[in-house]
């Protein structure tokens, strides 16, 4: 904690800052003393589903959610990143190619040190959002390196977790990059072998294997983890529309495909199990799907 004491400030596009408070005295600053190592620890963790999960219809923030929103709100809003520290009640997740950030101010409670004021939303490109989170990142892993050559940390597991989540998320590339975005999509840490039943890997593969990014995409946006590996879910489905997708067709042209329904096709996974047809062109299935034969 001593390590990583410093005076935090969180701005959006230069001109907005989420960490604006109130402080006890009654001035106002732009930012907090304390400890960023929980913020570093969060941002480690939650890595995937900052950059590429969706909110909720009604984006949920911390001191105003549903408790089946509980999760995510420990996933997405900065507070829970707090763990004794101060830091804005702000919700960040992905918004197809952006990132959204929507932060609230807190009400006054009486002998609080600082209370932060500010209210907003903002849109940020992944790119420049994600290579803001990497700077803090090394920044702050290179201090406790720091920390560690010179004598001042002694190295223990905890530390070392922390050198060897970030060497995970730096170096996952192709297949493996795709599987940790899918998951964090899905609100699973592709990282906890425990989160991940094996019904649920297994349809991941296929997606990520049998799809191209855009309907990867659009799957994953609407599906959870439980109705994406279920076997009257989606997964019967993904594996026939993935088998669809796979046939040629000439560009431009969309041609008929007659496929075999799967077994367990059909409202609620029972029949009725009769062949269908999907019209799909060069750019992938179209608009017109699931019309009977």
Known sequence: MRETWAWLSIQVNDTTCLTEGMLQSGLRAEGVYGSY???LEWLLENWWSLLHEGAPSAVPFARSFFPSDAAWVRRHNLVAA?????????SIFADEDVIRLQWHPEPAQEGQRIRFIGSGEARIGREPFTAALRGFIEAALGRLRDALEGGRLVDTPDLRQLFA???AIREAKGAEAAFCRVMGALGVDPYDPD???E???GVVEGVIRD???PLRDALVAGSGPETLASRRGCAPTIIWMGRGQAEPTQPGAPSKLVMNAPEDFGPNGSGPRTPCWILKGSSGIGSEAWKPR
């Open 37 to 39: 190592l929980p913020l």
């Open 82 to 90: 707090r763990e004794g520290f101060a830091l804005p009640d702000c």
């Open 165 to 167: 989540a970030w060497h």
């Open 195 to 197: 989160a991940i039943p």
């Open 199 to 201: 019904s649920l890997a």
């Open 211 to 213: 799809f191209a990014d």
